[in-house]
């Protein structure tokens, strides 16, 4: 009996991982890029830093976001849950590279795990464009130290979009 009902679970839990949750799909079908908007002295921050490089094209998105799109590309956008493949260069404000991806290399994670800045904004391009991102702290990495990227920081990303699943 015991063997049944550990069977059972087994494979109750083992099917149920193969579908998305309701949470998920509703996530995936509800997810609204412009509910979370930032503070009034992070939208500060991004307009200074854009004042300072005279950077004058750049387009602010709904949550506060600012972005340049290089080349839109073509075909389908990704959705939040989509997987991408990208290739990238994440620098802080003051220039100094975060992390990237080299020339030969590419990233591929689903849209819905990565940081709200990209979440909101890499859905304006599609596939074999490329968009210039400037993140406020609370779209990116928030108030807590990430690895070598600092508190507080306004993130400066580089994406080419490679391939949408």
Known sequence: MKRYVLGLV??????TGCFKSQEEENVCDTYDPCKVVVS??????????????????????CSGIYYKIINEGTGAAPGVCSAITVRYTGKLA????FDSTDSTETYTEYLINLIPGWKNTLPLIKKNGSIQLFIPPSLGYGYRDAGNIPAGSLLIFDVELLNIQ
């Open 40 to 61: 009034a002295s992070e939208l500060a921050q991004v307009q200074n830093y854009l004042a300072e490089k005279g950077i004058t094209d750049a387009v602010k998105h």
């Open 10 to 15: 087994f494979l109750v839990v083992t099917a």
């Open 94 to 97: 003051n220039g100094t590279g």
